[in-house]
């Protein structure tokens, strides 16, 4: 019997799941042709053919898909054994991690600092976008970790729920607005509303709101950039919908102040999501390293 090895069920999992050897090469940072020899010595190691190669494409054959929920679980117990041995801090390779801006601008650096003591060998790609491009990205497998707007609705990805974001009017004390009392929605609409991006689910709930209460459309400034939204209230151009975490120094020391209104958007729901086929032990590890240092810094907001 031709013996296998634990990297070629993991190239044999990565070529399944895209349906690429180029893709799957790609992910394992290796080659193509690398990746076309670990198959074929799985295949003689088998004796079965577990791919059918096309053009620019593979699709499982009937006995690769009959093989690949044995493979999926020798991995998932490889990656226990590593877990059991506490060997991952010798772990080699790059993580990949896609997050919205609500979180660089928040727990991220500690959350950074954590992970490269706990795993000084595997390099940190980071992406900083949208929640709509980050679940993309992260069905691809493009990322390895999101940390978004979630759940992510697909039966592969798991989510672990974050501590959630307040959100609050703000704006510059140059605007003229009653300083004492709640305000009302009508009051806010004298002024441009300050929000984020057109994609997201803070920006339609503003403007479902907003558009449903009166019948001229409100003035919106969406943005996908959160610095830039700051950047607008901060110069008083309008009335912004922010994150009380991204907003509380400069409420602090006198630069804004907070609206108190009828009305505010729900908070901001996070979750951490990765796949979990194929296995990453990693970024799995990663996920329940963001939680602990997300509910951290929750718990240090809610005191202060």
């Avoid at 441009?192 to 919106?220: D, H, N, Q």
């Amino acid at each position: 019997m031709i013996p296998f090895n634990i990297k070629q069920l993991e190239t044999f999992l990565w070529v399944a799941t895209f349906g690429s050897f180029r893709k799957a090469a790609g992910r394992l940072n290796t080659t193509q042709p690398a990746v076309s020899t670990r198959i074929a010595g799985l295949e003689d190691a088998l004796g079965v053919k577990l791919f059918e190669r096309q053009s620019s494409t593979v699709r499982l054959t009937a006995k690769g898909q009959q093989l690949l929920p044995l493979a999926q679980r020798v991995l998932r117990t490889a990656d226990r054994f590593q877990l059991a041995a506490n060997s991952l801090a010798g772990t080699t390779g790059a993580l990949r991690l896609g997050v919205v801006e609500t979180v660089v601008h928040t727990w991220l650096p500690d959350f950074l600092r954590e992970f490269q003591a706990s795993y000084p060998l595997v390099e940190m790609d980071l992406v900083v976008d949208v929640t709509t491009n980050l679940r993309s990205e992260l069905i691809s497998r493009r990322i390895d970790l999101a940390v978004l707007m979630g759940p992510v609705l697909e039966y592969r990805i798991e989510n672990i729920e974050m501590p959630s974001f307040p959100l609050a009017w703000v704006c510059s004390p140059n605007l003229k607005l009653p300083e004492t009392g709640k305000v009302t929605l009508n009051d806010l609409l004298q002024f441009p509303i300050i929000t984020y991006a057109r994609t997201t689910r803070p920006y339609s709930e503003v403007y479902r709101k907003l558009s449903g209460e009166f019948e001229e459309a409100p003035r919106m400034f969406p943005a996908n950039s959160l610095s830039a939204s700051l950047k607008l209230t901060l110069d008083g151009i309008g009335i912004g919908s922010l994150p009380r975490d991204l907003v509380g120094d400069h409420v602090a020391s006198g630069k804004l102040r907070i609206v108190e209104c009828e009305w505010h958007p729900s908070d901001l729901q996070f979750t951490a999501s990765y796949p979990v086929e194929p296995s990453n032990p990693v970024a799995e590890q990663a996920a329940k390293l963001a939680y602990r240092i997300a509910h951290a810094h929750a718990e240090r907001r809610d005191q202060s």
